[in-house]
C-alpha cells in the first residue's frame, strides 16, 4: 500500500514538473480563459486549444478580438467579445505564450 501511495505522488509530481508555474500577468486571463486544458470558461475559449502563432497571440490580447489579419475561424467566440488589453506588454505575452505551451502534448 505504502509502494502504491509512494508511485501515485511521483506520477503526480512527475507531471507537474512538466508544467511551468503560471506567469504574474496570467491572472489577467485566467477570470475569463481558466487554466489551460481545463475545457475554458462560458466566457473565453481554453487557450490550450488555439491554433494562434504567437504573434497573432500578442495581437490578440494587445487589440482584443477585432485585428486586421485574423483567421476567419476565429472571427467569433459564441457571443463575446475580448477587449483590448494594451496593459499587456510583449514581454507578458510571450510569457504567457509559453506557458499555455507547457500543456500541450508532445
Same mark, same amino acid.
Given at each position: 500500500m @505504502? ?10 509530481l ?13 491572472? @489577467? ?16 475559449? &481554453? ?25 476567419? @475561424? ?17 514581454? &507578458?505575452? &510571450? ?9 500541450? @502534448?508532445?
Amino acid at each position: 500500500m @505504502k509502494r502504491l501511495a509512494a508511485l501515485a505522488a511521483a506520477l503526480v509530481l512527475a507531471s507537474c514538473a512538466d508544467k511551468a508555474a503560471a506567469p504574474v500577468a496570467y491572472a @489577467k486571463c485566467k477570470p475569463c480563459h481558466g487554466v489551460p486544458g481545463a475545457g475554458g470558461t462560458k466566457m473565453a475559449p &481554453d487557450l490550450l486549444e488555439s491554433s494562434y502563432t504567437l504573434e497573432q497571440f500578442t495581437m490578440q490580447a494587445q487589440s482584443g478580438s477585432q485585428w486586421e489579419g485574423k483567421p476567419a @475561424k476565429h472571427q467569433s467566440y459564441r457571443t463575446k467579445s475580448m477587449p483590448p488589453r494594451p496593459e499587456v506588454t510583449q514581454e &507578458d505575452t &510571450d510569457a504567457i505564450f509559453r506557458y499555455v505551451q507547457t500543456f500541450k @502534448k508532445r
